[in-house]
């Protein structure tokens, strides 16, 4: 199973003889063992085999399967919603006093997670700037840096991320480089071919795709050199928690993610519902033949913007103009770039409220990365709160618009599009 479309339509669940063709629901807490012996070296992780849902349960697991082999990983982990992805990702490599390094262009939800909530449990997040140097950068690493996170496609900014710099940082400091892939989804970019070792995912977006279940998921890479690598201590220390286990000798490849369960989901409990997992998989079915569309019917929207004179400046990577387009040729499949697109309206505030009231197709709501398309002005709605400077600083335009392209019929949407900037200038 080489192709990437066959890994989406069947990856991860194999029925044996006269089990369900469909991946089944298994709604339960926990599973039944014969002898108390077989449930003692599940505990300790000596055999595979499902005990506790919390911990893993196949519905889970299928979908675990399905997403280590569409990023190439070693294995998965299924959490409760993409911040839960996130969070535990990063509590797997950095505890009170550490640090680590993100760009600073990054969804609403993980700025406040790395900017307030980390920073009260004393995990320090440095922030770097999309321009700046290996120099600059490097400047922020000390021996407590325990990673560099960054968005393979920045949401909302619209950047593509420059791998090849991190690639190279990362590889003289021996530090992890944890890739947040939500909207490219492994269908146009692949982190783990580019120098990442760690990916996360909001599932919520594109991989259910139908805006049915908010989830997330881990995946990693399985070749990061955690053994006696002075930068991450817990996984070369016996873990009191786990009966001294040193996790980077006594697991081998599979040492992030194993801890990350065994420490993370044991502790802090963020799994995905079985429902969600099975709805999520039957989501990746069809990602393929979905993100192509969604991506062809952005960048038609895209162009037809760029021509529009009630649009000031519109952001979308697949546009040759665009200053990412290069970055797209060399990091994402078939000059795809997803179905977001930012554009600026003339006109500011009172254009964006008449242009979002006209839209008949496009609907108002705080969600994105489904087969719906569906419009967001941040400057009143997510980022509402913000004063006018915090605002420009946070590069959230008063006249900023965010559509997320959905898979509808190209003429139906850009008709929709056009007619209701056509009314915002009235
Ligand atoms: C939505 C989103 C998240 C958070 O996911 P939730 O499932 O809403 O918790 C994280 N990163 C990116 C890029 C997102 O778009």
Known sequence: MKNIATKCVQAGYKPKNGEPRVAPIVQSTTFYYETPEEMGDLFDLKKPGYFYTRLGNPTLGFLEEKMAALEGGVGAMATASGMSATLLAILNLAESGDNFLSMSTLYGGTYNLFNVTLRKLGV???????????????????????????????????????????????????????????????????????????????????????????????????????????????????????HGMVFARDVGPAAFITRARGIGMRDFGAQMAPMNAWLTNLGIETLHLRIARHSANALSVARALKENPAIEWVKYAGLPSDKYYDRVQKYFDGGMASGMVTFGIKGGRDAAMKFQKALRLFAIVTHIADSRSCVLHPASTTHRQLSASDLQAAGVADNLIRLSVGIEGESDILEDVLNALKVSQE
Do not use: W
């Open 124 to 242: 320090n997040c440095r922030f770097f700037g999309e321009d700046a140097t290996e120099t600059e950068i490097e400047a922020l690493i000390d021996d407590k840096t325990r990673l560099i996170f960054l968005e393979s496609l920045a949401n909302p900014a619209m950047i593509v991320a420059d791998f090849q710099k991190i690639k190279k940082i990362a590889q003289k400091h021996n530090i992890v480089v944890m890739v947040d892939n939500t909207l490219p989804t492994p269908i146009i970019c692949r982190p783990f071919e580019h120098g990442a070792n760690v990916i996360v995912h909001a599932s919520t977006k594109y991989l259910d795709g139908h805006a049915t279940s908010v989830g997330g998921i881990i995946i990693d890479d399985g070749k990061f050199p955690y053994l006696g690598n002075p930068r991450y201590p817990r996984f070369n220390e016996p873990d009191s928690s786990y």
